[in-house]
C-alpha cells in the first residue's frame, strides 16, 4: 500500500505520534458525518482565517473545553434577555445548586481557577469588606498561610498565591499536623494523585477549625459529592470540562458561609475577585448544566464513545502495521475512554510530521507521548 494512499484513507483518523498516541473520545462528533467536508462547511472559525480542529484528546481548556449541552445554551440565551440583581440572582442559584447536589451551598464562578482564589480569600477574610480591599497586601492578617502537600502543588495554585498567602508545602501527615497554627486559612487538595486521605485529613483540620478546599476541576461530579462526604468544606469544579457547561464558568459547593463570603470576593464586589466578572449568562447556564447532568443518561453516553473508538479501531486495524489498545479509566478525572494506535514507522514509512498536515488542512488534537520529528 501506497503512503499516499494510507494517509487518504486515514484522513479522519485521530494519529498524530510514531509511537502510542492517546486519542480520548470525549466530545467526538458522529462517526457518519466525520468527514472533511462536513466538518469544514460553515465553520465560523474559519471566517476569520482560523481552522477548526476535531478533538481527539479531551476537555483541555486550551482547544474550548467540552461542549455546552443544549440546555445550557438555551438557559444562556434566555438569561441574556433580561436584566437581574446579581445578589439575589446568586443566592437564587446558590440554593438551587444545593436543592440539586444536597450540598449546603452553591456558587458560580468565573471558571475553576477563579473559584480557587475567592474560597482563598473567604478563608483569609470571613467575607470582612474592609480586609477584602486590602489583599494582596495581608498585614495585620490574622489567617495567612495556606497549607499544600508537595504531590497537590500545580501550576493551579498561582490563583490561591494570588491572595497574598504564604504556602507551607508539607510532605507527610505528620508534616501537615506540625504545620497547622493559628495562621492556617484553609488545606488545598487536587482531588487526583493525592497521598493524602481526604478523611484522615479532615479528622485533624476539623477541630482546628481549618477549612479544606479540594479542586476537582475536569472530574465528574458525584451526587451526593464524595469530597463533601469525605470531610471537605468546599469542592471547585471547571464548568466547561465534564459538566458541559459554560467553558468560562466554575461550580463551587460546599458550607453556606465560606461560600458567601466567596461570593463577597467576586465581581461584582470590589476587591481581589473584581476581575473574575462572570455574567448573568454562565451563573444560568451553569446551573442548567447541573440540572443536566441529573438527567443525563451518562451509560448511554459511555457506549456511544466506545462506538465511535470502535469504528476507529475497524478502520485503521485494517492496515498491516497498525496497533491498537483500547483504556477505560475508572477514576473520576477527565473521564473518558481513550484509544492508543500505534503504527510501525518502517513497514509504513508514514512520521507523525506527514500526519500532522493532512489534506484539507483538518487539525487533529493529540495527546501524543512521542515524537519521531
Known sequence: MKRRDVIKGLTILPLGGAIPSVVSAADIPSAATLTAENFAKGNIFE?????????CRGTFTIIGGSLERPAV??????????????????????????????AEWGMVSAGCAAGLKHVTAA??????????????????????????????????????RN??????????????????????????????NNDFKLEELSAIAKPKGVPILVD??????????IHLKAGADIVAYSGG??????????????RKDLLMSAWQASSPHHGPGRDNK????????????????ISYDHTAKWKRWLGYLDVI???????DGVTTELNEPEGLDNRSPSLKISWDIDKLNISSRTFSYQERKIQLFLEKRSFDF
Open 163 to 192: 491572595i497574598g498567602v504564604k504556602i507551607i508545602t508539607v510532605e507527610n501527615m505528620e508534616e501537615l499536623k506540625n504545620a497547622i497554627s493559628s495562621r492556617t486559612a484553609m488545606i488545598y487538595l487536587m482531588s487526583f
Open 216 to 225: 476537582a476541576a475536569a472530574e465528574d461530579l458525584t451526587i451526593p459529592n
Open 241 to 254: 470540562k465534564a459538566l458541559c457547561g459554560p467553558q468560562c464558568a466554575g461550580l463551587l459547593l460546599g
Open 313 to 319: 479501531t475497524k478502520a485503521v486495524s485494517k492496515i
Open 73 to 102: 445554551r438555551a438557559a444562556m440565551e434566555a438569561a441574556s434577555t433580561n436584566f437581574v440583581q446579581y445578589d439575589e440572582l446568586a443566592d437564587g442559584i446558590g440554593k438551587k445548586l444545593a436543592e440539586l447536589t444536597g
Open 123 to 160: 478563608c483569609v477574610t470571613g467575607g470582612n469588606p474592609e480586609k477584602l480591599i486590602r489583599i494582596p497586601d495581608l498585614s495585620g492578617f490574622e489567617k495567612t498561610e495556606v497549607i499544600i502537600p508537595r504531590n497537590a502543588r500545580n501550576v493551579y495554585d498561582h490563583a490561591i
Open 47 to 55: 471566517t476569520i482565517g482560523v481552522e477548526p480542529l476535531i478533538n
Open 278 to 293: 462572570v455574567g448573568r449568562e454562565e451563573m444560568m447556564g451553569m446551573l442548567a448544566a447541573v440540572e443536566s447532568w
